[in-house]
């Protein structure tokens, strides 16, 4: 079955939102706990998702 046009573009957006979403979820859990390794992790993925939408003009809030 054939992808409808647009159906991928909306794909790729939820998934990068869902990213986005996970690595800010993921870097309050590390600033509450005090890991600095683990706030140093999240603070790395949510720049990258965050490069990442805005490059491809995805809304993430």
């Not at 409808?4 to 979820?25: C, D, N, Y």
């Not at 706990?33 to 490059?55: F, K, M, S, T, W």
Request: negative net charge.
């Amino acid at each position: 079955m054939p992808i409808a046009p647009g159906a991928a573009v909306s794909q790729f957006a939820e998934a990068m939102q869902q990213r986005v979403r996970q690595a800010r979820k993921a870097l309050a859990e590390a600033e509450s706990a005090g890991d600095a390794y683990e706030i140093a992790v999240a603070e790395d993925e949510l720049e990258d998702a965050l490069r990442l939408a805005r490059a491809h003009a995805v809304d993430v809030g």
